[in-house]
Structures are given as structure tokens and as C-alpha cells.
């Protein structure tokens, strides 16, 4: 595995939409935002890439932000609430490689990915997959085909069942249907 974690990402978090209200920089994890300000509506990200929770402790919905301005995100993704907590995605530089399951704990088909898949029905004649090993790289994986619906960050490791997630907060009754890998030139 070739990660290599570079001070390359910057997000800036606002108080309110477009930017306005006191503001809080970051440019690594953060696990509790309300320490920084009571309230985020808005955000920047000038360089990087990061998973957003609407909960502390990178728990509760997962948002993926790459650079880019994010004025009134609450609109953009049909959040309810506003961000409270922040993982910076390490830049990845090599291959990519995951094993995904139909079942929980490793069961059912088995297929090993090294680059997207839109559907795993219509690749692999899977129903949904719920468990899985990282090997390599940086995923999201989408709870629906076409890279829609709720999405949860993947880093290397084993992920036995998506309640649990990978020390990332998982969320309750999650299976998946598409992946994406997370890309260098995202960043």
C-alpha cells in the first residue's frame, strides 16, 4: 500500500451560507466542530479531499467534498443538519484493489474490483454487498446504483459488516451497489 498522508488538504468551514459568519480552517481531522463554531453551514475546500458527518465523531450521514465551494451544502445534499465533524482523505498513489461480499462476515459471491463499478447487480449479478476487504486505495460506496444515494468512505482493511464501518461510524442497515475509487486527480 502506497498512501502517503501530505499536508495538501485545507477546508474551510463557515458559520452560515455563502460564506458568512466567523470561520474555522482545517487541514486535518476533526472530530467535534462545535468546539470551533456553534453552527456550519457553508464550506470551502481548497485543497484535498474530506468526509463530512452531520454528527461528532465522524458518525451519522457521510458527505464527500473535493475542492470546490460549497455555499448552502444543506441544499446540495438534503442534509438536515449542519456538519459536525471532518476526516481528511489521504491521497492515495498506486493501484486500487477490493474483495466484496453479498453477506455480512465475509459470505455469499465474492468478487475482488480494481477500478469502479456503476452496479454490482449488472456486473456481477449481485443483489447488494455487505461486507468487504480494502487492499488498496480509497473508495466510496453507494447504497445505490450509479453512484447515488447515502455513501460511506472505505480505507484499507476488513469490513465485516457496514454497522460497524471501518473505525469510520458506520450506519445501521447499509448495503451497496455501486463503488468509486477516490481518485488522485480529484484532489
Do not use: A
Amino acid at each position: 500500500m502506497s498512501d502517503t498522508r501530505m499536508n495538501i488538504g485545507k477546508i474551510v468551514f463557515y458559520e452560515d451560507k455563502n460564506f458568512q459568519g466567523r470561520s474555522y480552517e482545517c487541514s486535518s481531522d476533526c472530530t467535534d466542530m462545535s468546539s470551533n463554531l456553534s453552527r456550519c453551514h457553508s464550506c470551502r475546500v481548497e485543497n484535498g479531499c474530506f468526509m463530512v458527518y452531520d454528527r461528532n465523531n465522524y458518525m451519522g450521514n457521510q458527505y464527500f467534498m473535493r475542492r470546490g465551494d460549497y455555499p448552502d451544502y444543506m441544499r446540495n445534499f438534503g442534509m438536515s443538519d449542519c456538519i459536525k465533524s471532518c476526516h481528511m482523505i489521504p491521497m492515495h498513489r498506486g493501484n486500487y484493489k477490493m474483495r466484496i461480499y453479498e453477506r455480512e462476515n465475509f459470505g455469499g459471491q465474492m468478487h475482488e474490483m480494481m477500478d469502479d463499478c456503476d452496479s454490482i447487480m449488472g456486473r456481477y449479478r449481485m443483489s447488494d454487498c455487505q461486507s468487504c476487504n480494502v487492499m488498496d486505495g480509497h473508495w466510496l460506496m453507494y447504497e445505490q446504483p450509479h453512484f447515488r444515494g447515502r455513501m460511506m468512505y472505505m480505507r484499507p482493511g476488513e469490513c465485516k459488516n457496514f454497522s460497524s464501518g471501518i473505525g469510520m461510524g458506520g450506519m445501521r442497515g447499509m448495503r451497496f451497489m455501486s463503488m468509486r475509487r477516490i481518485m488522485d486527480s480529484w484532489y
